[in-house]
């Protein structure tokens, strides 16, 4: 097995210049992603999960938002270091993006044949481009490739959208997708349908996916190793298999606990008392303090994110001795 990492994420810090001031929204993230494994990136809402995605891709609303620190190495280059044109190749190329909302993701005013045509001015491709278009649409469920291209989006279900952006992100066989909650607008069915497509063409491609979401469950269903992030910082990182046999941190207990016990006769979501603070309000200490029932003294100091086995890595005081 390749043990080389597809993309290193080292200490990526994205900072949001507000009316009080700049804000750190996220605080040394690191994790890598294996070649052809599905990374999962879990914790609630607000927690720094979609800045850390288009933190990685350049893509940051500017002149708001900018890195203060950090390196994303993708098959050890230094991608935020490269210029203008030459990120634009590693976009959509090397990595591609899947987002939450695909209606607000395609441009109203063009069908699908254009849209998905236009990936090819960007990126050189050697072959019959409109046979790959083709194929791809057949592939993510469309027998009638030729009815799917002359729709608009408004004329498509949001699974169907879905599916043409699936497509879309696959046209240049990249390396990695960043699948930014892909189902959560979605109906349940239609959230498994797409979560099977989208692995099924992860196998068959050999593509990487960082998925990413507020569901517990799909990565408990889908990935192979997982980061939880809580209020900018990553919490935990873990292979998947340990995580759910043995989760470490107070948030990643809470986050467990807070699944649906299906086989119980009334299953009950028990969801964890209080909120994800606000990134103008974070501690210098552990974020979680104010929700954590184990808070001790020590956890006013910042605990540093250590690893404690093969399989594990912890910020949680509860875990280090008292030097
Ligand atoms: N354009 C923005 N301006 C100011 N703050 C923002 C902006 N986008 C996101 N944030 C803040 O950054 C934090 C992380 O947001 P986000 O990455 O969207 O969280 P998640 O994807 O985990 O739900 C939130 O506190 C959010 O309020
Ligand atoms: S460091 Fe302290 S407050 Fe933070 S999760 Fe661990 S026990 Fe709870
Ligand atoms: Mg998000």
Sequence with gaps: MNKKPLLEVENLTVCFKTEEGTVEVT????????????????????????????ALLKLLPAPIAGIAAGRVMLQGTDILSLPPEKMRHVRGKAISMIFQEPAAALNPLLNVKSQ???????????????????????RVGFPDPQRIFASFPHELSGGMLQRVMIAMALIM???????????TALDVTVQA????????????????????????????????????MYAGRIVEKSDLDTFLQNPLHPYSHG?????????????QLKAIPGQVPQPKDYEPGCRFRERCTRAFERCIHKPDLLRVNTAQEVACFLYTKET
């Design 193 to 228: 349908q797409i979560m099977e497509l989208l692995v099924e063409m992860q196998k068959e491609l050999k593509t990487s996916i960082l998925l990413i979401t507020h569901n517990l469950n799909l990565i408990a269903q889908y990935a192979n190793r997982l980061a939880v």
């Design 255 to 267: 986050l467990l606990n807070a699944l649906p016990d299906l086989n119980a006769e009334q299953p």
């Design 27 to 54: 605080d040394h993230v690191s994790f890598e992603i294996m070649p052809g494994e599905i990374f999962g990136l879990v914790g609630e809402s607000g927690c720094g999960k979609t800045v850390t995605a288009l």
């Design 116 to 138: 998905l045509m236009e990936c090819f001015d960007y990126h050189p491709f050697a072959g019959d481009k409109e046979r790959r278009v083709r194929e791809l649409l057949q």
């Design 173 to 183: 066989r990249p390396e990695l997708i960043i699948a930014d909650e892909p189902t």
